[in-house]
């Protein structure tokens, strides 16, 4: 009983802290803001400038992938900084909903670099082999893309 009124007691403090919820309004901000420069990045640009179809598709992966963690960090904190203005008793936050969102967000970003891998050896594999890179295409990729 004594750990739950410490842990009420901390996350009072931190509500009372004003500077640790304008940094986490901030964060939150930012999460806002680069989703909405994603968005404008995609509609500008989209995956026209790349060559080769599966390219195209795990780069478009990698853009998919940063939205979903983007928008995923932006809840968590835009929740966070609620729980901390509006108070109550005990302001402390279900751990299913930190679980959820930041495995979410977590798991996009290890997503980013998985996908940034993988261009990163297709490009290698192009640039040693670029015949039969131009030959090869991935059915199943080839698939997913035509859906």
Not at 14 to 22: G, M
Request: some cysteine; proline content about 3%; hydrophobic content about 55%.
């Amino acid at each position: 009983m004594s750990n739950i009124s410490e842990e009420c007691l901390a996350a009072d403090r931190l509500a009372a802290s004003a500077p640790y919820v304008v940094f986490l309004a901030v964060k939150a901000i930012l999460c806002y803001i680069a989703l909405v420069l994603l968005v404008w990045h995609v509609k500008r640009n989209s995956v026209r400038w790349l060559v080769h179809t599966n390219t195209k598709i795990v780069f478009g992966a990698y853009l998919a992938c940063n939205f979903v963690a983007s928008y995923a960090f932006g809840v968590i904190y835009t929740i966070d900084t609620l729980r901390l203005w509006l108070g109550g008793p005990c302001p402390l936050l279900d751990f299913r909903i930190v679980f959820a969102l930041r495995g979410i967000g977590i798991i996009a970003l290890m997503s980013e670099i998985l996908c940034a891998l993988f261009l990163s050896l297709e490009r290698l594999y192009s640039s040693f082999f670029p015949v039969q890179f131009e030959k090869a295409r991935c059915v199943w990729l080839s698939v997913v893309a035509e859906e």
